[in-house]
């Protein structure tokens, strides 16, 4: 049984997998990479002066550093994803359990999805992690950043590591979001799938609150503490305060919806989807808010040195700085995007009804805008918060400032990208969705 | 006769417990194997919801529910999960198929889910009208047909029990009367009892036994009568102010 129901699901929403697939693979490509380049350090045959100038360079530390942020990153974000899609499934797991398929017998075809997906990919991400560590290496020794010496050898723990770390969050994943509709009475699920849940949920948002609440006191210690070790520690603080904003998304997104009552028509409607499909945006916001507040922190800790400083950082420290958090910010930005479109395809329905009480694409298409922007503004928002609170501490500490700084320019060419990539994820599918007549859609699904 | 399902004083509310929404407020009833009952009333009088506690769906808030000789209030959800598969069929008004699987793999769905062994295939889906297409994915199906795969499915492992809500609501009475015409085969050839919920009253003439609901309470149980007699049964206790001029 567990076979058909994976193979129902993998059929019905083919495109809510291939998020999770590509996340997953990015994920094992991060693990294994940072994995290689460390180990290719590591394990370099270098002349005892080639050894000391790499060790004096700190690049191993930053390469154990990336071994670090990635298996915490690719965990949490591999995991979401994963909930995100089997969570679409609550109607089926609720058919086959008035059938007559027990909790277990769910939980165990759920977990086969979650396999079926990361091991494939997991393989195919391992060797792509290979490319990125060695242009990375390849970078490193071009800027004369580390001894020529240093070349990429593959890890032999990279492919056990990142397959482990994909597939074990893709599965914990998956089960936390079958937990529910496995468990409950087949028809309180039966009807509760129908409508979403709307309330929300006091515990959620305990867990949110005490998350931000934790980040913001880690980041209150770094600034007190040994500024060597603010790099790592400042990342768990941007991970608490990042988690803590998807506890809190549907209480954060209900909170800007009424911003778009500025739209008139267009705009309560987007409201009021916001307001029911506020669970499932959530998962779309967390890696949206770690993509932009990790380029924030970055981006705006170099530019606030440089006026502060008033010299220029030489090229190759830039590039060693920018080129890690590159790859991470890709990564979380891809997953974004992947949550936006796995959401969106799975109100084809929604839309196609929308169009038949008389919405033109165009006015349907307004309204997924209208929602895009709010998810937007909120996701700037809590990311300018969780940038801030990671980021000031260190700025005093540092350059002895409180007020950061970023170019004009460059704060736009931010937003800029950043409102194109939610388009892509919301506007995209929206038009493959609604290619076909609405009547069409609605004989498809039901 | 083994009564195959029971109702003692049963109970269901909804909401919190300060405000609660009484949906079945102390329910008695007993079905001997092999009848056809039909359950009516008006929306939120609560037959939904007397299906879904009779069939284990749901549980009670409070009374005893007897299916097929076992308590399913004291039941364990893997128990409960294995009688339904093994005991019960389902036909409700939304299909609930899976729609990207082929007609043979919706019917042979309980049996992978570790049911009894259905009778076989070509049979069964003979009698329900859809020889040839066992591998036709549902999907592509009409909504007569497919009612009629989740009666083929319902059917297959000879269950004890069919529980089906509102299986002709979504049908134009041509197609709904075949698949009453296939509930009422299945009581009549193989002994199975049929519990449906309906608002038709030519849907419900097709039973033995009628049962009217309001506001969570039995106010009729009676032997089927003729379709006009139900309609203007059913006007009665709904309060229809047609009726009550």
Redesign the interface.
Known sequence: ?SA??T??AL??QPWSFAGPFVTQCLAAALVSGALGASSSMSGARLDPSARQVLTESSIPEMATLFVVVSVYLTALIVGLTMTSSIARQAR?IA???????????VRRAVATQAAVVAVPASVLGVPLGALLAHAWLAGLTGHQVIPPGVTFHPSAAALPAATGITVGASLVGALIAALRPA?V????A?TETAVPRRRIGLVRTAIGLVLMAGGVALSIRIAGGDPAKAGESSFFTMLAMCVGAGFLGPVLLRLAAPLTRLFGGTGALAADNLAVRAKALSGALVPLVLAIAFAMVKVVTHTTSVHVRGVAEPAARVWTEYSGTVVYVAFAAVAAVNTLVTVLLARRRELAVTRLVGASRMRALAVVVCEALLVTVTALAVSTVVAMVTMLPMLHGMLGTWTPYLPTGQLAGGLAVVIGLVLVGTVVPALVAMRRPAVESLA??? | MDNVVELDAVTRTYGSRRRPVVALGGISLAVPAGTFVAVMGATGSGKSTLL?CAAG???PTSGRVRLVGRDVTRLR??AL??L???RVG?V?Q???L????TVR?NVL??R????PRPRPLDEVLAEVGLSGLAGRSV?ELSGGQRQRVAIA?ALAGRPAVVFADEPTGALDPTTGEQVLRLLRGGVDRSGVTVVMVTHDPLAAAWSDRLILLRGGEVVADVPTPDPASIAQRLRATTGDPVVAR
């Open positions: 049984m058909g129901l193979r129902q059929r019905k089926d058919l086959v359990r008035a059938l007559g398929a027990t909790p277990g017998r468990r009475r087949p028809a309180a039966l498809v699904d039901s | 879904q769906l749901d549980r959800e893997g999960t294995r339904r598969r093994d389902f409700f939304s299909y609930n899976l729609s990207e699987l793999q769905l309980p992978r889910l570790g049911g999907g499915r």
